[in-house]
């Protein structure tokens, strides 16, 4: 069965984003409405076929679903926030970058405006827009994400994570968390192992192999987070203190900056002094639960 592709959208702000979202609904066969505050940005995807409204409150009236990709959550309150701008029936995806907070407040407003709201999250390069690499996430009532799922599949793999308009900024803070994580674990290793004559790309496949390997503990892990048990039947976390303590002072030995381990192990450190050095690692998830008293 052939997608339907003539629902008509509405992409409301065109930098190197949202014109890669226009572009990606233009090339699925959808009648695309754009509006910008700067009419240039509109003008290749013009020429590709799409509609440039006159004004913010044309374009949201043009589109069955409308898509908004601005500077910030104040932007978007000021562009289709004033009184003459009819947002009754209206369905809106947001995909500003945002915390939970804005995005459970603007589900708000936009509610009492009598409009639908989605909130989202795009896990993704402008380039990569309209491919299957393109991670869109998606939070809010499961019908209006259901409702335009096939129109939403034109951006790429497009996720939806559940009810509370939060989620998608969660998931995405998360994912960059484990991003910076891994990228800084492995520039540590690469500073120590310059240290030695190894260069960066040599050390690169075995550090994607560990990389790799951890991540294969991550659902038996996360087994032991939800039960609240935490088992040492791999290492204790005794141990990978003992060895956290190598790290530390390999990188000292070395002339290379140490925060990051230390910082690892005063983690550790805490959690071993209540009484959790014989569980598995994962028993961390209590430290990283509570803030640092100050």
């Known amino acids: 069965m ?15 984003m949202g ?13 695309t409405t754009v509006w910008n505050r700067t009419t240039s940005k509109a003008d290749q995807l013009v ?29 978007m309150y000021e562009l289709i926030g004033a009184s003459d701008i009819e947002l009754d029936g209206t369905m809106l995806l947001n995909l500003t970058s945002g915390d939970s907070a804005q995005a459970r407040e603007a589900a708000q ?49 497009v996720t939806y994570l559940g009810a509370d308009h939060g989620l998608a900024s969660l998931y995405d803070v998360a994912g960059l968390a484990m991003m910076w ?21 040599t050390y690169a496949p075995f550090a994607q192999q560990i990389a790799a390997g951890v991540a294969e503990w991550l659902p038996g892990y996360a087994e032991q987070i939800d039960s609240g048990s935490f088992p040492a039947e791999v290492s204790a976390l005794e ?27 005063a983690m550790a450190d805490r959690s ?16 990283f639960g509570k803030p640092r008293d100050a």
């Not at 990606?24 to 959808?30: C, D, E, Q, T």
């Not at 990978?240 to 030995?253: K, P, V």
């Not at 071993?272 to 430290?287: C, T």
């Open 239 to 265: 141990t990978e203190a003992r060895t956290m303590t190598h790290l530390i002072e390999e990188s000292e030995a070395a002339g290379i900056n140490a925060e990051l381990p230390k910082l690892i192990k």
């Open 19 to 31: 014109q890669a979202l226009a572009g990606a609904f233009l090339k699925a066969g959808h009648p």
């Open 181 to 201: 994580s891994v990228l800084n674990a492995w520039l540590q290793g690469t500073a120590l192992l310059r240290t030695a004559g190894v260069d960066a790309a």
């Open 109 to 157: 407003w936009a509610e009492q405006r009598g409009a639908h709201y989605l909130d989202g999250a795009v896990m993704a390069i402008p380039p990569a827009i309209g491919t299957a690499e393109a991670v869109i996430l998606h939070s809010g009532p499961q019908s209006d994400f259901e409702a335009h799922k096939s129109t939403l599949d034109a951006l790429g793999t």
């Open 2 to 16: 052939s997608k339907k592709t003539d629902t008509p959208v509405t992409v409301i702000g065109l930098g190197r």
């Open 47 to 75: 020429a590709e076929g799409a509609q440039l409204a006159p004004r913010v409150g044309d374009a949201l009236k043009a589109g069955s679903l409308t898509i908004i990709c601005v500077t910030d959550y104040q932007a």
């Open 272 to 287: 071993i002094a209540a009484g959790h050095g014989g569980e598995q690692y994962p028993v961390l998830i209590e430290e």
